[in-house]
Every structure is written in C-alpha cells, then in structure tokens.
C-alpha cells in the first residue's frame, strides 16, 4: 500500500470499437481524497475503481480521468 505520494501517469488502450485514455494525479495530503472524472455511460465503475484506488493508496490527493472514445 502507498502511504504517501506526488505524481503523474497517463495510459491509453485501443481497441476495435473503442479507445480509452486514463490519467492519474496524486498530490502529498494528510487525508484521502479520491476525485473521478469519467463519461456518463461508464459511470457504473466509479465505485469499483474508488474501492481499488482505496485499497492502494492511504492518504493523498488522487484525482482521475478516464476519456472513451467510441
């Protein structure tokens, strides 16, 4: 498990009917603050994708894009 952290990445897959680019940030913080922003039609994995980030990280700023390009 992270304990703390500052940094960036970004990753892209494409695929036959679709490309997806995901970018993190993380900023040092005293408490966790977890920020999703991603498209409407899949927000149903906004949850599942806060409960992994929560298992991984214990305090920070974590602020993440995902596009869907159709």
């Known amino acids: 498990m992270l304990v703390s952290m500052t940094g960036f990445g970004e990753s ?3 695929g036959e009917f679709f490309d ?3 970018e993190v940030k993380s900023f040092n ?6 920020d999703i922003k991603m498209p409407k039609n899949i ?7 806060n409960n992994l980030i929560k298992k ?4 920070g700023k974590v602020i993440f894009f995902i596009n869907l390009i159709e």
């Open 20 to 22: 997806i680019k995901m």
């Open 29 to 34: 913080s005293r408490y966790l603050d977890i």
């Open 12 to 14: 892209s897959v494409s």
């Open 43 to 49: 927000s149903y994995l906004e949850i599942k994708l």
């Open 56 to 59: 991984r990280v214990a305090r």
